[in-house]
């Protein structure tokens, strides 16, 4: 079975753009979580999709964002990009009982 | 108070002995909670998870989970060099299906000393 993908690997950005990261989860896995990892606050939950369905969020500004789509892929987009967004950004594809992290992808804002 | 604490570390255990990764929560509803490994530049890789209290064990690894002290546990045997990683507790806040979210401690960095 095939784990979590998630594309690009890296990425560099400039203050003030937008970035969209994209997460495809375990084959049947209909739940997808996104969480920024820093070394300052660790790994902190940014928002949780099911069925296409925003199901959680955690406490992050509006400029971060999801959807989910029919196949259980989920975008995560952030837009007007601050120097303190540059961090590992993870997906985890949910199970019946817990989450797989997919391979991450690291954004650096210039 | 954080609603997952840990020793942030380093811990340093030398090859062979047992190291003991500890975690608080605050959340006296949490249902769920799960230890991951995570090296460096790598992503989280779960290790195990335990729902009811006492002792689950897997390999070298055994979970703890004291509800009544909000405390949870890993312990790993024969500590091998490889076992050097991070490891970071998470809790399910939230005990309804549908309204869960996993919230992690900021890990404990653990080193193997051969």
């Known amino acids: 079975k095939a784990g979590v993908t998630q594309t690009p690997r890296y990425l560099i950005k400039t203050r003030g753009q937008q970035v969209t990261l994209s997460c495809s989860p375990i084959?049947?896995?209909?739940?997808v979580s996104w969480y920024q990892q820093t070394p300052g606050q660790g790994l902190q939950f940014l928002f949780e999709?099911?069925?296409?369905?925003?199901?959680n969020k955690g406490n992050f500004p509006g400029r971060f964002s999801g959807r989910q789509f029919s196949n259980s892929r989920s975008e995560m987009n952030v837009s007007t990009l601050e120097l303190g967004d540059s961090a590992l950004y993870l997906c985890?594809?949910?199970?019946?009982?817990?989450?797989?992290f997919g391979p991450g992808t690291r954004l650096t804002v210039l | 108070q954080k609603e997952v604490e840990q020793n942030s570390g380093p811990l340093s255990v030398p090859e062979g002995a047992i190291a003991s990764l500890n975690c608080t929560y605050s959340?006296?509803?949490?249902?769920?909670f799960f230890w991951y490994r995570q090296y460096s530049g790598k992503s989280p890789e779960l290790i195990m998870f335990i729902y009811s209290n006492g002792d689950k064990e897997d390999g070298r690894f055994t979970a703890q989970l004291n509800k009544a002290s909000q405390y949870v546990s890993l312990l790993i045997r024969d500590s091998q060099p490889s076992d050097s990683a991070t490891y970071l507790c998470a809790v399910n806040i939230g005990s309804n299906f549908g309204n869960e979210k996993l919230t992690f401690g900021t890990g404990t960095r653990l080193t193997i000393i051969p």
């Open positions: 985890a594809s949910k199970g019946r009982d817990t989450q797989y």
């Open positions: 959340d006296r509803g949490s249902q769920s």
């Open positions: 084959s049947g896995h209909r739940s």
């Open positions: 999709y099911f069925s296409e369905t925003q199901r």
